[in-house]
């Protein structure tokens, strides 16, 4: 079996032992360490290179999104679950442009949990369902953020046309139908997308059309 490693970053000291106990029951887990002190957790990254990391979102002296940002520069490559009791709308953006893999709440059930490591681990992106629903309002209304301007954005106009398609939920499939174009055609503006905005997921494609003002 092949394990996963994990570090746990977060400032309750009774909810890091309880993840503590909960992981330990299954052995694909390894818990390389645990911390509550936030930069503590960015060297240990850096020094125990685990699969995937477990982080607070609100810490005392700096933010969990200021510490997805830290890691992001020092080219960590363990991906991100916030794990947090926010349900504020703009955390869950905020943490997913810093480069978060995912975002849960505290109050998440074991065995969702364990699923959400797993996938976080092959890297894909996951947001817990009561969130769900905040990510699209935040896809269809993204009035906190301001549009930037054409001459910053590196995507075509097929590609930013193709992009804001993605943001509203359509599939490959159906863009291709709503736009006149082979299957095929769409795959390649995706992947192209994907490529220059060093994205992986379409859920993070939507992420970046929040931010810039897509509609």
């Known amino acids: 079996m092949n394990k996963l490693s994990l570090l746990i970053i977060d400032d309750h000291t009774l909810f890091r032992s309880g993840i503590i106990a909960l992981l330990r029951r299954y052995e694909e887990f390894v818990l390389l360490g ?3 002190d936030p930069m503590a957790g960015v060297k240990l990254a850096k020094s125990l290179d685990p699969d995937v990391i477990l982080l607070d979102l609100h ?8 510490v997805l940002k830290i890691l992001a520069a020092e ?3 363990a991906q991100v679950l916030m794990l947090t009791v926010s349900e ?3 955390d869950l953006i905020d943490a997913l442009c810093a480069g978060a893999r995912g975002y849960l709440l505290k109050n998440i059930d074991t065995e969702a949990l364990v699923a959400a490591i797993r996938q976080a681990a092959h890297g894909e992106t996951v947001v817990c369902p009561e969130m769900s629903s905040k990510l699209v309002e935040g896809v269809r209304n993204p009035g906190r953020k301001v ?3 054409e001459d910053e954005n590196p995507l075509s106009p097929r590609e930013r046309e193709i992009l804001s398609h993605i943001a509203r939920g359509d ?9 006149n174009l082979a299957d095929s055609t769409v795959k390649i503006h995706v992947q192209n997308i ?6 992986t997921s379409r859920v993070q494609a939507a992420v970046y059309a929040i931010d810039h003002g897509f509609r």
């Open 34 to 36: 645990e911390t509550g």
């Open 59 to 66: 810490m005392p002296g700096i933010s969990g999104v200021e």
């Open 88 to 90: 504020d709308g703009e």
């Open 147 to 149: 549009a930037k301007g």
């Open 75 to 77: 080219k960590i490559r």
């Open 171 to 179: 599939s490959n499939k159906e863009i291709a139908q709503l736009l």
């Open 194 to 199: 994907f490529k220059k905005l060093n994205i």
